[in-house]
Nanobody, 119 residues
Framework: QVQLVESGGGLVQTGGSLRLSCSAS????????MGWYRQAPGKQRELVAA?????????VDSVKGRFTISSSRGNAKNTVYLQMNNLKPEDTAVYYC???????????WGQGTHVTVSS
């Protein structure tokens, strides 16, 4: 089992910045990818950014050049960050931390954190 605890988020004006953090604990040695998804009202959840254990990153096209995902790893806890710059109203959503690991694969989710970008 992996537990995910998110922090960050909030209300920001267009062009502003926010940083999301997600701390993973538990069976973190089995985790091979962590990332952030978001879900806006009336829309499907989408992958925003992901980072593998080898530090390979992947971004949805709409955030490339504005968002940066990074991670830090320790013996008992991994933390993944999402630095969001030049935020736009269309970035408004609930952001969920995600981790995948183990064999067979298991998926874990955080509780979600709200990001609201005002125009």
């Amino acid at each position: 089992q992996v537990q995910l605890v998110e922090s960050g988020g909030g209300l920001v004006q267009t062009g502003g910045s926010l940083r999301l953090s997600c701390s993973a604990s538990g069976s973190i040695l089995s985790v091979y990818v962590m990332g952030w998804y978001r879900q806006a009202p009336g829309k499907q959840r989408e992958l925003v950014a992901a980072i593998t254990a080898a530090d390979t990153t992947n971004y949805v096209d709409s955030v490339k050049g504005r968002f940066t995902i990074s991670s830090s790893r320790g013996n008992a806890k991994n933390t993944v960050y999402l630095q969001m710059n030049n935020l736009k109203p269309e970035d408004t959503a609930v952001y969920y931390c995600h981790a995948a690991g183990g064999s067979p694969r298991s998926d874990y989710w955080g509780q979600g954190t709200h990001v609201t970008v005002s125009s």
